[in-house]
């Protein structure tokens, strides 16, 4: 194509280039605004559909929010009324404690009157058991049923562990070692020396009976021999007879004197049996009453016998002797245990 050619296109064309440029610019408005309205419209859309969305969510918060409320009631409810049944429950746990504890302390009260009633019972068997364990040692004059006693009394403290029977214990122990330390009674020897003195009564002198025998004294055979001492011989041995029919002494007892052969006899068969009846009462271990008979003796033979005599005097040793042996066989008494017994008796 020429240059005249492109002169007479563009000529040709320049006159219409506005027109064209306006319609074009009108479609672009056009298409522009038909854009925005899709844009706005989808966004309208778009919003919209975020709108429902958060409704939707929110009314699913609401329904749940309002479940969750109904459900905190419920449970809140449930918790008052666990909370009401956990109160009850916890009263009548109480009562119940409480119950168990006035039963508690009435099983104690209960045990420990059944411990004290159990004491009090031992402490009177204890009690019962020494009483007839002395009354069998008076009767038979031996330790043994008290020492038996003791220890078995002793022996039921010590199993049953109660400290309030401290003091009963010492008080056993104290009438053990008093028992143990008594040395008790020579029988044989005792025996022995009664049948002395009942041997030696028989030869016991009486005061009104009794004649003092006045040797006279041997004339030698010299003077015999000599005729001219007869006479003064003679008178020597008158003055000796005369002398013997008269005798001062100091007389206690008047009645003594007055007493004949046959009382005298009398006399000395009521000693034999005073003795023997107190060896009778040593050998049945009645201690008392041959105490008494031999202090009833030894004052007889005291008040009528002759106190010059030495069989008097060997008798009346012989007899404070027996005395004495007697005087120990007091068996000891369970002081210590029956006090301790009374006071607890006493303290129930």
Do not use: C
């Not at 419209?41 to 009314?59: P, T």
Request: glycine residues 6%.
């Amino acid at each position: 194509m020429s240059a005249a050619d492109n002169e007479t296109a563009t000529g040709a064309t320049a006159p219409i280039s506005p027109v064209m440029s306006s319609s074009v610019g009108n479609k672009l408005g056009l298409g522009l605004l038909w854009l925005v309205a899709l844009l706005g419209v989808a966004g309208s859309a778009l919003l919209w559909q975020k709108l429902s969305r958060m409704q939707e969510q929110l009314a699913r918060q609401s329904a749940d929010a309002g479940q969750q409320s109904v459900e905190a009631k419920a449970w809140a409810k449930q918790a008052q009324e666990t909370v009401k049944d956990n109160t009850a429950r916890l009263a009548q746990a109480e009562g119940k404690l409480a119950e168990l504890g006035l039963q508690r302390t009435q099983i104690e009260e209960l045990m420990q009157s059944m411990s004290r009633s159990r004491d009090e019972n031992l402490v009177l068997d204890i009690e019962s058991s020494l009483r007839l364990a002395q009354q069998q040692a008076d009767m038979t004059g031996n330790a043994e049923p008290l020492v038996a006693a003791l220890q078995t009394a002793q022996l039921r403290i010590k199993r049953s562990t109660q400290p309030r029977l401290a003091p009963l214990a010492r008080g056993i122990e104290k009438d053990l070692q008093r028992l143990q330390a008594f040395g008790g009674l020579d029988l044989p020897g005792l025996l022995l020396r009664l049948d002395e003195a009942v041997g030696m009564i028989d030869g016991l002198p009486i005061s009104g009976l009794s004649v003092q025998v006045t040797s006279v004294p041997a004339v030698p055979a010299s003077a015999v021999e000599t005729p001219g001492d007869w006479l003064g011989q003679w008178g020597v041995r008158v003055l000796n007879e005369f002398k013997s029919l008269v005798r001062v002494r100091r007389v206690d007892t008047p009645e003594a004197m007055l007493m004949s052969p046959e009382q005298g006899y009398f006399l000395k068969e009521n000693l034999k049996l005073k003795l023997l009846n107190a060896r009778l009462g040593v050998l049945s271990h009645q201690y008392p009453a041959a105490r008494k008979d031999l202090s009833s003796v030894f004052q007889s033979v005291k008040r009528f016998a002759d106190p010059e005599h030495s069989k008097s005097t060997q008798l009346l040793q012989l007899l404070e002797q027996l005395q004495q042996m007697l005087s120990t066989t007091e068996l000891p008494r369970l002081d210590a245990s029956m006090v301790a017994v009374n006071t607890l008796a006493t303290g129930r």
